[in-house]
């Protein structure tokens, strides 16, 4: 699990202290959880799987990332100037999809 994270966290982009940062907690902290010498609380876990648009499963479980994931993922990274303009064309799509 832990090596997931961290290998996630960087392919984000993020740096440790980035990450932390984002999380609200400490430098070290964060150091001691990619390296699996603490635990995460499921609020933790939660946010972090937010952060990154992993799920859950993948983060505790492993296995391929699903499509949703990759996807989740992309969408986090687009700046939030974008959004509207996003959950417009997602809209749009919806409405051909059920013609």
Do not use: Q, W
């Not at 933790?44 to 993922?73: H, N, P, Q, W």
Request: net charge negative; aromatic share 8%; charged share 35%.
């Amino acid at each position: 699990m832990y090596m997931r994270i961290r290998k996630a966290r960087e392919e984000a982009g993020y740096t440790r202290e980035k990450f932390a940062e984002l999380l609200d907690v400490s430098v070290s902290y964060m150091a001691e959880v990619e390296r699996g010498r603490t635990g995460i609380s499921v609020k933790m876990l939660i946010k972090i799987c937010r952060l990154l648009g992993l799920s859950a499963d993948y983060v505790l479980f492993g296995g391929e990332r699903s499509e949703s994931d990759l996807r989740t993922e992309r969408i986090s990274h687009i700046d939030e100037r974008y959004l509207p303009l996003l959950d417009s064309v997602i809209g749009e799509l919806l409405i051909l999809n059920d013609k």
